[in-house]
């Protein structure tokens, strides 16, 4: 059983950065897949970024694609999201997912079979 627990979301006007966390339990963590999702009322979940278990491979949805960051820790079980040049459009809940048997990296909702609760991310214009 994998628990996933995700922070540092807020306020911040456009143009600003913020950097997401995600602190995972469980001894599994440098074996996993993980990605970072988000959604918005009434609008399905949508892939953001993901990384393999060792990091060497990253992938990226092209509305986030040279703006935000994927990486990990896997001496602190940690994965972190780190955005830039946020835009109002990237307002939503970031959720952290793993996947305990993806090989790569995924974008499919289906890859991931833990979820965190999430966290507000709210750009102002």
């Known amino acids: 059983q994998v628990q996933l627990v995700e922070s540092g979301g807020g306020l911040v006007q456009a143009g600003g950065s913020l950097r997401l966390s995600c602190a995972a339990s469980?001894?599994?963590?440098?074996?996993?897949?993980m990605g970072w999702f988000r959604q918005t009322p009434g609008k399905e979940r949508e892939f953001v970024a993901a990384?393999?278990?060792?990091?060497?491979?990253?992938s990226y949805a092209d509305s986030v694609k040279y703006r935000f960051t994927i990486s990990r820790d896997n001496a602190k079980n940690t994965v972190y999201l780190q955005m830039n040049i946020l835009k109002v459009e990237d307002t939503a809940v970031y959720y952290c997912?793993?996947?305990?048997?993806?090989?790569?990296?995924?974008?499919?909702?289906?890859?991931?079979?833990?979820w965190g609760q999430g966290t507000q991310v709210t750009v102002s214009s």
């Open positions: 997912a793993a996947s305990s048997w993806l090989y790569l990296t995924s974008s499919h909702v289906s890859g991931y079979d833990y």
């Open positions: 469980g001894r599994t963590f440098s074996r996993n897949t």
């Open positions: 990384i393999s278990s060792n990091g060497g491979t990253t």
